[in-house]
């Protein structure tokens, strides 16, 4: 049998550490590995009134095909909600409904991406765009990065060094892994590097609406004088990710194209889902579920921040997001956050080692937590578990690394997973 | 701005027939034209009942990520209902569910075709496969196509000459857009011409379910001792095709490797979706359907052949699907199928012409035409005035084709249609 796959899939590996991680599914272990949102702030029995209501009155229309555009009524809501919250001036033929905003992020790799081209990302950057674009085979370029955003003069530096950058790739609000949120000044620095050479910004921006404290910071696109900026939405994290429903809203020709790749993708996002997202945010009370989402996330937040400062040694620092659901830690250089993973698997806690964040490989020595998908007395928990498995890992002697390690691979191995 | 699209995007293009079916929408026409189920078999009621059913008893789960190779009560029930029908064995983990099954094939573009690697198919094959594998840029082998299949020693000759054959894409039952069935020992030649040489087998089977008469042919699958063959399917034409679920089954290294593509492409299919097809399945009623599906399409099928046989003038040929939404016509050589749809157009009836089913070009005086998406009477009066277009086109004495391309180009152009 012939398995001459295409040359693209040297790109393409199982993670081991997903793997691993699905072993929380059936354990009793505090998973602050994920990206759930919190399940019991779902719309549960407001999605089946209105889906009996959509049913009743739109059925045929809401099982049939659809535009690959989206749904009518939905782009309009969503370009207002955009607009409304955002200050931009997106027009509702500017949106694309896309099946989560993971499928945005693939049709702009097709659209742009050839072989060899770059792409200039925070370090770390989101791993679902990692895995939408290795596909693509480009090159990643991570662009230093701080607690403001990317530096500015190393942006500049790379963007005139690099031929074939194709676009920036940012997650200005309470980013995913690291939970930073860029300053207006470092928007502006960006804006201005963008414009003035023409290049593409992929604004990507899931958690922004969950804003724990302080005031929205501008949207990428309002500092946009060519059109540069593609925005992706989703509706994941604040109204149930189950729907998959998120858009790409971006200038016309840039759109239409898009268009045309999701007709080839997958036809179009469903009917009936865009329909009961659509008349969820007519039917009332969308809006305050968001302000009730940030008041159970800041509680956790704070809960974890708390256990952090409380339970971790000295040379442990993590990041303190206004938003979001994720914040990120750096252990001390000599610890290795998979190490620290398996013994944590075997105290009943997990996490994301942060590895899989850089594109280019390396920071063996820090992780992600999550925190919305747990209540606080978990996530102390937790942080108390997690801790004290560190203060064993750093304090054996004789080669702690490979002996967690070991324990990894032997856990790896026992379930069957993929290297 | 620069637009330094990816050069793949030299093969992706807007459609002009598809932006004028549009005009279809918002007038009175008879659209013979889409490939649309028949909305007033959609399953309305029952999902307003299972999704509440569901929303209550599993509502967190049903909204909240779920895994990227389906969810797996339905991933069985798959597995079973394939097997059940066409004598196949897959296991439930040989099932990957898809957001329709326009994805699987994207998905399957993705894992195998490198720029140049070449497709044999079907002459004509379905045009969704061409869009969604032209941005791998793949060569297309189009293998002569008769009534029974492709041409068994043409296609042996084209496998030994050809020295990229990626995969060979057929849709065995009721194809579309021909409506032709693949005869038992055509089957049997494809498989052993794909055994010998290990090419896999792309199985395309949307429509097989929904068979008028006669007995079902055994999937290629049956035939493939090597495990070449990657079966796809889907709810859309025995369920509704708004939800979008569709699947793909292989052997486990392919399969596993199109869940990693499949998670980089929108993470999962939605949840809840995948929920009501299995509660469907399970709830009873839902084989019945589909007989209440062949049985009103069937008859469609019946007036459409009659009218075509009573209104079509001489020299038009036409096929005599025994299943599915499709069947297939030539016209004179000298009729161009585009400046008959013009005319069409203008006379209230709409059809597709046949070029664009064809990956390599040519055969204008080709055409399809559905059938299950408009009652009997509305079918015979537009093969009616289909038949009257197209004996006023072939009367006129001067330059008749390209005055019709005039009036197709005026109705795009007054559109703002893309070309």
Redesign the interface.
């Known amino acids: 049998?012939?398995?001459?796959?295409?040359?693209?899939?040297g790109r393409?590996?199982?993670s081991d550490i997903r793997e691993l991680l699905k072993l929380t599914v059936n354990r009793d272990v505090i998973s602050l590995a994920?990206?759930?949102?919190a399940?019991?702030l779902?719309?549960?029995?407001e999605?089946?009134d209105l889906?009996?209501k959509i049913?009743?009155e739109h059925?045929?229309?809401?099982?049939?095909?659809?535009p690959s555009e989206g749904h009518e009524p939905l782009r309009a809501q969503i370009a207002a909600r955009m607009n409304a919250r955002w200050k931009t001036s997106y027009a509702s033929d500017q949106i694309l409904v896309?099946?989560?905003s993971?499928?945005g992020?693939?049709l702009i790799g097709?659209?742009?991406?050839?072989e060899g081209?770059e792409i200039l990302c925070e370090s770390p950057t989101y791993v679902?765009a990692i895995?939408?674009w290795?596909?693509?085979q480009p090159r990643w370029v991570e662009v230093p990065t701080d607690d403001d955003g990317m530096n500015a003069s190393e942006l500049e530096r790379l963007l005139d060094a690099r031929r074939q950058v194709?676009f920036i790739y940012v997650v200005p609000n309470f980013q995913n892994p690291s939970g930073r949120t860029w300053s207006l000044e470092r928007r502006r620095l960006l804006m201005e590097a963008a414009t003035r050479?023409?290049?593409?910004v992929i604004e990507d921006n899931p958690y922004g609406e969950v804003r724990f404290e302080g005031a929205d910071l501008p949207s990428l696109r309002t500092m946009d004088p060519?059109?540069?900026v593609i925005t992706l939405g989703t509706f994941?994290k604040i109204f149930?990710?189950?729907?998959?429903i998120g858009w790409v809203a971006a200038d016309a020709?840039?759109l239409?194209?898009l268009v045309?790749?999701k007709?080839?993708?997958?036809?179009?996002?469903?009917?009936?889902?865009q329909m009961q997202v659509s008349a969820s945010i007519n039917g009332g009370g969308f809006e305050e579920r968001i302000a009730r989402i940030a008041d159970v996330y800041r509680e956790r937040r704070d809960a974890m921040m708390s256990a952090l400062e409380r339970e971790m040694p000295a040379g442990v620092r993590f990041t303190r997001p206004a938003g979001g659901l994720f914040l990120w830690v750096n252990l001390p250089p000599e610890v290795n956050a998979r190490a620290l993973l398996a013994r944590c698997m075997d105290a009943g806690v997990a996490f994301v080692p942060g590895e899989g964040f850089f594109p280019n490989g390396g920071h063996v020595n820090t992780l992600r937590l999550n925190f919305s998908n747990m209540p606080p007395a978990r996530i102390e928990e937790g942080i108390r578990r997690m801790a004290a498995a560190l203060r064993l890992l750093t304090s054996e002697s004789a080669t702690p690394a490979r002996s967690a390690e070991n324990t990894l691979a032997a856990v790896s191995a026992r379930e069957g997973s993929?290297s």
Not at 197 to 200: A, E, F, L, S, T
């Open positions: 049998m012939r398995t001459a796959f295409a040359k693209r899939m393409v590996r199982a994920g990206g759930l949102p399940p019991e779902f719309p549960v029995s999605l089946a889906t009996s049913l009743d059925g045929a229309a809401a099982l049939q095909y659809s896309t099946t989560g993971q499928q992020l693939d097709k659209l742009f991406l050839d081209d679902g895995s939408a290795n596909v693509f194709k050479r023409g290049v593409h060519e059109g540069l994941s149930c990710p189950g729907l998959r020709p840039v239409a194209k045309l790749l007709q080839g993708a997958d036809l179009h996002t469903p009917t009936l889902n993929r």
